[in-house]
């Protein structure tokens, strides 16, 4: 019998669906059974995703009732990871912690959630729309705001005051606040700052005080690493290359309110049972009953059918069973923390190693369906008056970098909807069936695919029913127009020089050819531009890491070149223009340098449209 639960778990965990269980029964959760799931879930995910170690904790029904260490905390030691002892990097539920001092604040009446943050704060935010960004829109991270990238430090010396950091980076406003959810860093690094303004004390200091401390959590630290005790007590977090597993370095965080803390599984397992328990533990309330019940409602919901945001926990649904919790990575860790109010159920599990990301997304959905199935999706005949060309074409995340040349970021992040059969959407890889207008059902599962529309009538947005969201991009925006340009100019240079080549070979200095300078500043731009192509694919190639702590050099390299080839495609310009005036060399000579000039141009506009043009002058 055993043998069969444990092939059930490990179908499960390797299948992308939601399980196939006819008569759909929960099963019966107890240490047993948690052991038994998470056992086989480790085992399974290592042949897939080549993982180091993991910690996990459950609490039920007010209890601990499972807590474990997987494989190794340090792999070059071989020193098993431990729930108790090893510090884990729990990334974004720091977040957590700050969105509960916040709540803590405002039931002292210190805070109002409808309040401008304008006030709580001693530097100033742009007033780019008329809407103030309230204290509620940074909990439901709707302020409206650019992404950010570069706010990590190698060294624990050249970590920056936090309000330092905030007033002088502050990122573009590019929607209007409460509008559209897209996930913010700053806007919670923000939040904890104002936590430090309102209470008079460091959002580490006071997190430390009035959280961990009542609560008992004395392995968790708010601050950054900085003691030798902390160091040997803390796990290291492993990328996986060539073969090999690399320890990645620890790494600092300017923003540190919005990810800087660590923990051990234990710990993080009373903060799983504080929540669940409505602000008690063992005595000690932090929330009145009250305030914690609010920060379990929902705050903000971006469509009727899409998860809602709560006070700074994002609700899930799967399978009938509703979760909410938060997630986070950061220095190759990857965590959960994820509660089941309707079941008294609360997990916490950390992997310490890349790809161990996508071990960590898929664990909570897995166990979900093990221990409550739902039946294999119903057969779904598509909706025949739905057209379908309203949703095609090419979407981007809506949190994502605008201002800077990491906003080259929606090549690889963006998504696009192309038709796939009668009736249905082929995206991410699936087909959705279409239901109704602006309504699709995942053809393989019970997800939902939603779309919103714009005072115009057309679609502007798309929603995943975890509450991803997408916004349309507009034709003149879509990363294939910018590489078919890219490519253009690309076969442009190629076919210049060897023509440059051919004719310099037949050493042709008819009349019919134009002037040397002319010809060889030709060349100079086809080399340069192929160059500059290489040099491009190989920052695509790099480390995503290196670019959190700034603009590596690599991409540097690749911005000053850019520069140069705009210096000469503008004189290249100035040179057709003479050729013109001047009737020099044949028609045909003209008409071929002309045309490779204008791919030149067309690829000066891709540039400066990736603000590559922008770098060295901001």
């Not at 800087?260 to 000690?284: D, I, K, P, R």
């Not at 694919?537 to 991409?555: A, H, T, W």
């Amino acid at each position: 019998m055993k043998h069969l639960l444990l092939t059930t778990i490990a179908a499960v965990l390797a299948s992308s669906l939601v399980s196939i269980n006819v008569n759909a029964e929960p099963r019966v959760i107890n240490s047993s059974t948690i052991s038994d799931f998470f056992d086989v879930a480790f085992n399974t995910q290592k042949q897939d995703h080549e993982l180091v170690g993991m910690v996990v904790s459950v609490v039920h029904k007010g209890k601990v009732i499972f807590k474990k260490g997987y494989g190794f905390a340090d792999l070059e030691n071989r020193t098993p990871a431990d729930p108790d002892k090893h510090l884990f990097r729990i990334a974004s539920i720091s977040k957590t912690f700050i969105w509960t001092a916040v709540m803590q604040l405002v039931e002292q009446g210190k805070l109002d959630l409808n309040e401008d943050i304008q006030a709580y704060l001693d530097f100033d935010i742009p007033k780019t729309y008329h809407e103030p960004i309230r204290l509620k829109h940074l909990l439901t991270h709707t302020p409206g705001f650019e992404d950010q990238f570069e706010s990590s430090t190698r060294e624990y010396a050249d970590l920056q005051p936090l309000r330092e950091f905030l007033a002088n980076h502050v990122p573009d406003r590019i929607r209007k606040p409460g509008t559209h959810i897209a996930y913010s860093n700053y806007g919670s690094a923000v939040a904890g700052y104002i936590v430090e303004r309102v209470s008079g004390r460091p959002w580490d200091e006071y997190v430390q005080k009035e959280l961990l401390a009542p609560l008992g959590m004395t392995e968790t630290i708010a601050q950054q690493l900085v003691s030798n005790a902390h160091k040997e007590a803390h796990a290291k977090g492993y990328r996986y290359e060539d073969g090999e597993f690399n320890a990645s370095p620890y790494y600092y965080i300017n923003d540190s309110p919005a990810g800087a803390m660590s923990s051990t599984a234990a710990n993080m397992a009373n903060w799983l049972l504080v929540h669940l328990n409505l602000g008690e533990l063992n005595g000690h309330r932090i929330l009145k009953e009250n305030t914690a019940r609010q920060m379990q409602s929902e705050l903000f919901r971006q469509h009727p059918e899409v998860n809602p945001m709560l006070h700074g926990f994002f609700q899930d649904q799967r399978n009938g069973v509703t979760t909410f919790g938060h997630s986070g990575a950061i220095n190759q860790f990857y965590s959960g923390f994820n509660l089941f109010p309707e079941h008294d159920l609360g997990i916490f599990v950390c992997h310490n190693s890349d790809p161990g990301s996508a071990a960590n997304w898929r664990i909570i959905p897995a166990f979900i369906d093990h221990f409550f199935p739902a039946k294999y999706p119903e057969s779904m005949t598509p909706n025949p008056d739905i057209k379908l060309d309203d949703y095609l074409g090419d979407y981007a995340p809506t949190r994502r970098i605008h201002s800077t040349i990491l906003r080259v970021g929606i090549m690889m992040f963006g998504a696009q909807i192309k038709q796939s059969g009668e009736g249905e959407l082929l995206l991410f890889g699936k087909r959705w069936v279409a239901i109704k207008k602006d309504f699709f059902r995942g053809k393989h599962s019970n997800t939902k695919l939603l779309f919103q529309r714009n005072e115009d009538g057309a679609v502007s947005h798309f929603f995943l029913s975890d509450g991803e969201v997408f916004e349309r991009l507009a034709w003149h925006e879509t990363p294939g127009l910018h590489l078919k340009l890219v490519a253009a100019t690309a076969v442009a240079a190629l076919l210049y020089l060897i023509g440059f080549c051919l004719r310099l070979f037949k050493r042709d200095v008819s009349s019919s050819t134009l002037p040397t300078r002319d010809r060889w500043l030709g060349a100079l731009l086809g080399i340069l531009a192929l160059y500059y192509f290489y040099r491009s694919s190989q920052v695509f190639n790099m480390n995503p890491d290196d670019f959190i702590f700034g603009i590596p050099f690599e991409l540097k390299y690749a911005i000053a070149l850019g520069h140069v080839f705009v210096v000469l495609t503008l004189l290249s310009t100035v040179l057709v223009f003479l050729q013109w005036k001047n009737s020099s060399g044949s028609l045909m000579a003209r008409l071929r340098y002309g045309a490779f000039t204008i791919c030149n141009l067309l690829l000066v506009v891709v540039l400066w449209y990736w603000n590559g043009l922008s770098y060295y002058f901001t």
